[in-house]
């Protein structure tokens, strides 16, 4: 965490998620890599991109998408060496842009030698992890099936996050030091911070038996507890505003208030359960209904949460949501850019997710492409005291479409977004249109165009 607001380096980021393993193939082997990822630097500059957001680049046996750590200070071979991610470092940095990690520390693989140690017997490595000679308790995974899993030595292990992913004991002194100086390990290379996902289930305040709970049967013994949080406050002060490092929280179940307990324990952001991507459920139910007003609603909220919000801009042209809400190609494209529009126009920090604008070097040079709308929303917002640094607020219109202003002390925009694939009659405010999805000279009075963004200056 940073050591005071004039520090917060990251506050007006513009962060860009790579899953390594899918970005960008450097030796034609169908694996993403770092060298991939060093190859489109140039290309996520030019975007206005500040700080890449890796994913999972560990050691890993990848039946969780890589989460499944097996090494925590390690490079998994299929995505390089140490050498390739430091020279990713040295020269991010020459071209000004900074780099964090994902990091899940509420488990690892049952490949880890750790786990393997336990299994034999090691008295060391066996209270790492939660073994017994049976279940404990009656706790379901995050996946409804049984939390606990039988291991070849007929030992059962507790696993909240699947199979394959024994959870990590951290009632025991040793576990912590393991992590925290894994995360040293990493700041000392030039790591700028860390994503720590399914942060709020590390720490079981008790074994008993879990009673009815709306989410999954053991969660009231390990979702956000006093023990997750006081481990939080002790990695900030021991590890993370030593650095002056950004982290990031993401977890299972998180709502509001939980999201303000752990900012205020030492986390710099989190998501929480109303980001909008498609993996959420939420959003899965936005999109069976095709329910604008909730989308909207879902937007909104996440203004109100935090002082500085997480807004996960999920817009890569391949992803589900931009496609269902954009029905087809052409649609789908427009729906990309004015949810991106929309995005990079709200209060909090823009977490671009993972698209194909990057990938393709014919993109850069097509007019009409999301790179180009990106990249000239992402240098209108850097360029706007008003973006950058103004307060929200929710302006009436009609239920599929997103009205807000944003303010600063010498500047005032109203942001229009239309989410749907027809025209909308709205009240417009404001003196010049200054941004727009569709050519400035064919605005129309008193409609917005099918899927439209607009901004609008005023003269303050």
């Not at 034609?28 to 890599?33: A, E, F, L, S």
């Not at 336990?118 to 790492?128: H, Q, R, S, V």
Request: hydrophobic share 35%; net charge neutral; proline share 4%.
């Amino acid at each position: 965490m940073a050591a005071s607001s004039a520090k917060k380096w990251w506050k007006n980021a513009i962060i860009y998620q790579i899953y390594p393993r899918t970005f960008c193939d450097s030796n034609g082997d169908n694996i993403g890599d770092i060298p991939g990822i060093i190859s489109k630097l140039h290309y996520l500059k030019e975007l206005g991109v500040d700080v890449i957001a890796l994913g999972p680049i560990f050691p890993s046996p990848c039946h969780d998408s890589g989460y499944d750590t097996s090494d925590f200070r390690a490079i998994d071979p299929d995505l390089g060496t140490m050498e390739d991610l430091e020279r990713l470092l040295s020269r991010a940095k020459r071209v000004g842009i900074k780099v964090i990690m994902d990091m899940c520390i509420a488990s690892t693989s049952d490949e880890h030698w750790w786990f393997k140690k336990a299994l034999e017997g090691d008295e060391k490595y066996i209270n790492y992890y939660y073994l017994s000679a049976y279940k404990r308790n009656n706790w379901r995974g995050l996946r409804s099936r049984s939390a606990w899993n039988k291991a070849e030595n007929g030992q059962w292990y507790l696993s909240i996050m699947g199979k394959n992913q024994p959870d990590l004991n951290w009632s025991n002194p040793d576990v912590y030091e393991e992590i925290a100086d894994a995360m040293r390990f990493w700041l000392d290379k030039g790591i700028a911070g860390f994503r720590l996902d399914t942060m709020n289930i590390i720490y079981k305040n008790s074994m008993a038996d879990g009673g009815f709970n709306i989410f999954v049967k053991g969660g009231e013994h390990y979702l956000y507890t006093k023990g997750c949080r006081d481990i939080i406050k002790r990695l900030n002060k021991d590890v993370w505003s030593k650095y002056k490092c950004f982290v990031i929280g993401e977890g299972t179940s998180i709502f509001p208030d939980d999201s303000r307990h752990f900012c205020e324990d030492g986390l710099d952001a989190i998501f929480f359960c109303g980001r909008i991507d498609s993996e959420s459920k939420k959003v899965q139910k936005l999109q069976a209904r095709r329910n604008n007003k909730k989308l909207i609603k879902l937007v909104d909220k996440g203004q109100h949460t935090l002082e500085t919000p997480i807004n996960y801009v999920e817009t890569g042209d391949s992803t589900s949501f931009a496609k269902y809400f954009g029905n087809d190609k052409v649609n789908c494209l427009n729906f990309a850019k004015v949810y991106t529009g929309m995005h990079l126009s709200l209060v909090g920090i823009p977490f671009i997710n993972d698209g194909e604008y990057c990938r393709d070097p014919k993109v850069e040079e097509d007019p009409t492409s999301l790179y180009t709308f990106t990249s000239k929303m992402i240098e209108f917002r850097k360029n706007s005291k008003a973006l950058s640094e103004g307060v929200y607020h929710r302006v009436a219109a009609p239920y599929d479409v997103l009205i807000f202003t944003r303010e600063a002390k010498e500047e005032r925009l109203y942001v229009y977004c239309n989410l749907t694939p027809s025209r909308r009659q709205v009240e417009f405010y404001g003196d010049r249109i200054v941004f727009s999805t569709y050519d400035l000279d064919s605005a129309e009075p008193f409609f917005l165009k099918p899927y439209e963004f607009r901004i609008i200056a005023s003269n303050i």
